[in-house]
Each structure stands twice: as C-alpha cells, then as structure tokens.
C-alpha cells in the first residue's frame, strides 16, 4: 500500500516551515496527511527555541480538500467516518489549534475544504490574488463535519460559511479579503516575499508574549471566557523578556529577546 | 375588521417562494404578517421535496418595518407588547431560523427594522444596489427586542447593530457589502436574475447534505457548541445521497441527488 | 509627585465630551488617567439629563498605549501589576462597558495598545483617513491582558487582534473601516464636524430605548443569552416616551422626547 501525500516540516532557525504535499491532487489532505499534520504541530509545540509556523502548499496550491479516492474504504460506514473526522481530520486541526506559537498561512491557487478548515486554524492568513476559496463538499453529497464548521464559521464568518457550504460558492481573494477571512492579498510573484517579510518581523518580537496572547486568544475563541485565563496572567511580571522590552523602550534601543 | 397585509408562498417545484406583501405601506409587517410568516415556514419544514426557499418583498421593496398603524392598539400594555414582541415577531423569525432548508433573501428598496430582523434570518443575502438598510426604531420611541436584536447583531455585527439602534443610521446596499451584512450586490435590474442563478445552483446540490449544515450552523449560532451536534453527524455515512456524490466524482460525472 | 496626564469631562447641554490629555505622550494612558476615567465614566451614568458620550484625545491624536516611563515602578511585581490590569485599566474599560449612555469615538493620529482598548469599548467608532491603529506590545515584551484582548477581540475581530498581538502590525483607517473596526473614515479636516453632526442626531432620539439597546447589546456582547434581560424588556409599554414616538410618527411629526 502507498501512502498518499506527505506534509513536511523544514525547521529554519526560529522558523517552522509545514508545506502540505499530494502529488497532482493539489495537496488534497489524504488520511495519512491528517495523521502528519497532527504530528508535526505536537512535535513542534514541544520544541524548544522555535518562534514561528508557517503552512503552505506545493506546487502553486495550498489544498483543494480531502484526497477523494481514499474516501470509498471507509466513508461509508458509521464508526469508520465518525472515527476519520473526529480522530484524524480533527486531530490534526486541533493540534494546529493548541499551538502556542504563531502560525501564518501562506495561500496559493486552490484553497477549498479541508484547505479551508486548515487555514481557518492559523492566526495570520496572506494569499495570492489568483487564490480561490470554497468548500463544495455539498456537490460531494455530504455535510461538513461540526468541529470543522465551527472552525470556518470562526474565521471566515458566518455569512461565508453558509454560502460556501450551502451555495458551493467559490469566492476569490479580493473578496476573501472583504470578508474578513485575510489579512493581506499580495501578486502571485510577491506572496512569498511578503510572507517571509511578516515572519521575519515576527521572530524579533517577545516570544513569551507571542505564547501567552495564544492562550488567552485561544480561550477567547473557545467561549471559555476570561476568569480562568486571567488566574496564570501575570506570573510573567518579573521575567528578563518583560524587563528587556521595557527597558529597551526606554532606553530608545530594539529589543533583544532571543 | 380588515387584516392588513399578507405573506404569500408559491411553491415552484423544488422551490419555495415567500413573499411579504403590504400594499402602500413598503410591506410593512403587521401581526397578521408575523403569523402567517411562521405558518408558512412551519409548513415548509414539514413539506417533502422542497429544496429552497427564497424571501422577498412586493413592489421594489422588501420590508420597511412594523405596521405602525396597529401599534395605539397594544403596544401600551406591557403584557400584549410581551406578547407580540415574544409570541408573533419571534414567532415567524424563529420559524425561519428553524427551517432546515436553505433561505435566499432578494433584497430590494427598504430593508428597515422588522426587515433587517427577517433578512437577518436567511442564510444567504443578495441585494440590488439601490436597497438601504436600517433600524431607526429609536424614532419611534422604542428599543429592539432582545431576541430580534440578538439576530442583527449575529448577521450585520456589534458594529452596525449599535449604530443602527442607538444611531438610526441609515446605510446603503454597497456599505452593508462591507460590513459583511450581504453575500451580493447587484444592478437593480440584474437582482432578480442573480437569485435565480444561486437557486437554480443549490437545487443542484445535495439535499440532506444541506439539511445537515443547517442544523450544524444553527446549533452554532446558538452558542450550542458541537458536541451534541456531533452525536448524530455520521449517520448519512450510509445513505444513497452520499454515495452518489462521491461516486459521481470519481467517475467526473455530475452527481443526481434529485 | 506629579500625576502624569489626565482625563477630562465637560458637560455640554446632554452631550458629555471626554478627552484623554497626556502632553508630549500622544496621551498614552498612566495610572492616574485610568482611574480618572473609572471616576468620569461612574460619574456620567448616574448624571440625570445626559444622552451621549464622546471620547477624544487631546492635540491630534487619540491615545498612544499606556505611560511606559510609569511602569518600572509596578510591573515587575506581579501583584502590582495584576492590581494595575484588573483593577485601574480594567476598572476604567468596564466603566465605559457599564455605561448606559451611547459613546462616540472620535479617533485621530495614534491609537494604539490602551487606545484600540478604549475605542474597543465605545459604541461608534469614527476616525481621520490619516489615523493609525495597533498594539504592538509584543515588542514591549509582555502579551495583552485577557479582559483587554477580549474586548479588541469583539471590537476588531479575532484576524485583526491576532495579527496586531501577533505580529505587531500597525493598520491604516481605510484598512480598519474593511476590518468591521470603524463606522467611518473622514478626511482630518471633517472629522470633528462629521462627530458632531452624529451627536447631534443621536440626542433627537428617544433616550430610554437607547439605554435599553445598550443594556440588551452589552448582555449579548457579554454572552449572557436573552432570556434574562428579556424579562424587564417590556416595562416601557406605558411610558411617554413610547407613546410620543408612535403618535408622532403617525401625525407625521417629528417626535419631542426631551
């Protein structure tokens, strides 16, 4: 048995870069792609002196949804779907979702589906013009799992998950962009400039802070609300990171957290 | 005693069309209005074959408000205003918020209080460019209901909810665009046509798969989270409908759910 | 000891004019500010007669974060510095969340960290073309405390507060008014004319309905549901203001609620 698609991780000093591979199926995630990206996000949230994710796709695409033709093995029954997406299809994405590190999105062609729901976990999304956004699954006879629409509900709102889900609507960048659901949409030529030119900036601000706003946003977004967050919030008081960044403020000189 | 104003249903094939009808008055909403909207969406939930609805109003306009006219004649008593506000408004816009088909607003002239409330409970809103939006209630003396402000909020946003009601602003089809209120914004002479176009598309689509994202969004609009939602998510694993779509994929055929 | 900057409050007529003042800091927030803003906010609620709320900042901009030359005095304690977040800044952010009166922001220049926070709280949000917007504490080292993120959350949007907490972008007005975060952008010559003009038509409005919006909008906003607050929603049946706002409407009229 082959196995379908890979993801792989490349670590770059401070910097992790996950690229979603599947060979001529526009990085459709397959099964054992799921299995990958949950693995790589637990290994990465352990790693020491890491200070950013990227995610992107190979090939010009980012992911045009699952790897269809592994679906007739098992989505036809019961226990073995319930099982593909609340144990692979949702490990994977909320392992993405428990990292504390900042994740940016870099978005090419095909962004559809489980490429949606993959993007809807990072914090920062930069596209090309040409990317186009959608999730048909409906022309595929089936509904999006819950977890998963909660997850695109979140990101891309509710009026573009209904549309996508219940219209099979493809919308493209610039209207992506108006949605709310990007923060940048760059030329195809300058997209991986512009995404390397944020994690550059990123990897020199305060890494503790970077991983106690994730916590906090985290719980936001769960609807867990502040008072547990709030119990942990300050143990960072006397910590060097704290003291340098005021300091440096101070002092009219850039900060050195690494 | 006359009663003022109607809702018509046609049934068009697969197809529900509903349409608020209030002669001279924008098709402002009376109490017969509210009444007959939950009969009507009560009766489409339970009706076989039906795949869409669409919601608009009669002569250029889609709803300008309550029918103020009736209003010297209860709204002065605390507990028939309760009634009217908690038994016939929720009434007709909790039937639509619980239909598990599709809804399509096709918004044209004034969408004003009772008619951003209705078109805040369709899934999907196009309207054409001379449309404006609205809920200058403040000059009435009178605050939004809490549930039927809850559903403004939810669809047009905190933003655009406040400067509505403590505001009475007023905002044309172009900024409801932008502020994530409307999925389309068409020619007034081309809206009737791009509604059609988007029903004719999702008559397409898989039926079950649309009643099951339903019930999922619903469930998270409510603040229901996912997990009962989940219980019974995989049980289409199964059905016809999705061996269909996943077949009619592989095989690069369009899929017939009908 | 000096107290370093200061919040002021005049009452003009049923218009309160509040105005950050921190000479030489773009008023940046100090300690004394944020009680001060506490004390005005408390003050302004129980003041009979008021409709509206305006917050600016002093000299051309709005407010450029906290007073970082103060914060070598507390923040390295972690006592210290949770009695400053949860009791001076929070306290004086839940003053203007508590408030029952419509607050209008009137945003120039900066508006940043504290800035985006306080402008977070108010109900309609303007600002110049020329303003700017951000939170790049991340460079200062320490994260956005979890009651202050929440509500940037709400005000901008999870994107926009992840990619400011984050990534430490600074944003444009034009690009805020995209984000949901701005009800309009006037060029810096017009802004103080175009708050104005909606201070003006917000006191010809009824003022009961509008601090009964605000409380049903803060309940939402808070995620307490509607059944609680629905249970008071219906006092007004009997009121004046009820009565003047419907007999004038239907006199065609426009109605006295002073």
Redesign the interface.
């Known amino acids: 048995m082959t196995v379908a698609g890979q993801v792989h991780c490349e670590i770059d000093g401070a910097l992790a870069r996950v690229c979603l591979f599947n060979d001529g199926k526009f990085n459709a995630m397959s099964r054992a792609m799921w299995r990958s990206l949950r693995a790589i996000f637990l290994d990465l949230q352990n790693q020491q002196g890491l200070l950013c994710v990227t995610v992107r796709g190979m090939g010009g695409h980012f992911c045009a949804g699952g790897d269809?033709?592994e679906?007739?093995e098992f989505?036809?029954?019961?226990?073995?779907?319930?099982a593909f997406?609340?144990d692979e299809v949702w490990g994977g994405l909320s392992a993405m979702l428990d990292c504390d590190l900042?994740i940016v999105a870099c978005i090419e062609g095909h962004c559809m589906g489980a490429g949606m729901e993959i993007a809807s976990c990072c914090?920062?999304?930069l596209a090309s013009a040409s990317a186009r956004f959608g999730a048909p699954?409906?022309?595929?006879?089936?509904?999006?799992?819950?977890?998963e629409?909660?997850q695109v509900?979140?990101?891309a709102?509710?009026?573009?998950?209904?549309?996508m889900?219940?219209?099979?609507?493809v919308l493209d960048a610039a209207e992506m962009?108006?949605?709310?659901?990007l923060?940048q949409v760059a030329p195809q030529e300058e997209l991986v400039h512009a995404v390397e030119q944020?994690l550059e900036?990123?990897t020199r601000?305060?890494p503790?802070?970077?991983r106690?706003?994730?916590q906090?946003?985290r719980?936001?977004?769960r609807?867990d609300?502040?008072s547990a967050?709030?119990l942990d919030?300050?143990?960072?008081?006397?910590?060097a990171?704290?003291?340098?960044?005021?300091?440096a403020?101070?002092a009219k000189r850039p900060?050195q957290?690494g």
Not at 165 to 169: D, K, Y
Not at 177 to 181: D, H, M, P, T, V
């Open positions: 269809i033709a679906y007739p989505r036809f029954n019961e226990s073995a779907l319930r997406h609340e900042p914090d920062i999304r699954i409906a022309r595929l006879g089936f509904p999006m799992a819950p977890r629409a909660a509900v979140r990101a709102g509710e009026l573009t998950a209904r549309e889900l219940l219209g099979a609507v962009k108006g949605r709310g659901f923060n944020r900036g990123m601000l305060a503790q802070a970077a106690m706003n994730k906090a946003l719980a936001l977004a609807g609300g502040v967050a709030s919030s300050y143990r960072y008081a006397d910590s990171e704290h003291r340098e960044g005021i300091a403020f101070l900060p957290f």
